[in-house]
């Protein structure tokens, strides 16, 4: 029985528009739009954790998708763990900063998509579309 030794095989996978956003935000920090990468960043991370509710089956109520919300029934769901969760909050400080317009430094931007990245390549329960189409990688 494959279906009985594999709960996830008839599991919805969502699709998830966080690395779209994760390269318009590269792109204008290499444009030196710091600002424009940090709410791009915040945005890619709320999609992210939107579609990893989703795949869990545990996405709050309309006004409660926050992100830091999301992230703490992400955290009490056990779909992320205490170390992912730490990172993920200091992305959603940062984008929050830029989107107010504080200064923080591009390398740190910098460094932040790249972990978000990474942590898209290790959640393969979601469905990432690429310029090419659906699946695949940037």
Same mark, same amino acid.
């Given at each position: 029985?494959?279906?009985?030794?594999? *709960?996830?095989?008839?599991?919805?996978? *969502?699709?998830?528009?966080?690395?779209?956003?994760?390269?318009?935000?590269?792109?204008?920090? =290499?444009?030196?739009?710091?600002?424009?990468?940090?709410?791009?960043?915040? =945005?890619?991370? &709320?999609?992210?954790?939107?579609?990893?509710?989703?795949?869990?089956?545990?996405?709050?109520?309309?006004?409660?998708? !926050?992100?830091?919300?999301?992230?703490?029934?992400?955290? #009490?769901?056990?779909?992320?763990?205490?170390?992912?969760? #730490?990172?993920?909050?200091?992305?959603?400080?940062?984008?929050?900063?830029?989107?107010?317009?504080?200064?923080?430094?591009?390398?740190?931007?910098?460094?932040?998509?790249?972990?978000?990245? #990474?942590?898209?390549?290790?959640?393969?329960?979601?469905?990432?579309? !690429?310029? #090419?189409?659906?699946?695949? &990688?940037?």
């Amino acid at each position: 029985m494959v279906a009985l030794a594999s *709960p996830d095989l008839f599991k919805f996978r *969502p699709v998830c528009l966080s690395r779209l956003y994760l390269y318009r935000a590269h792109s204008a920090l =290499e444009r030196g739009d710091t600002i424009a990468a940090g709410c791009l960043l915040r =945005e890619a991370v &709320t999609r992210y954790l939107t579609a990893l509710c989703q795949y869990g089956d545990c996405l709050p109520r309309k006004r409660d998708r !926050t992100p830091a919300n999301m992230l703490r029934v992400l955290r #009490e769901a056990h779909q992320l763990g205490d170390d992912d969760c #730490e990172a993920i909050r200091m992305v959603i400080d940062v984008g929050n900063k830029l989107a107010h317009c504080k200064a923080v430094r591009p390398s740190r931007v910098e460094y932040y998509i790249h972990y978000l990245n #990474e942590l898209c390549d290790a959640t393969p329960e979601l469905v990432y579309p !690429t310029r #090419e189409g659906i699946g695949g &990688t940037l």
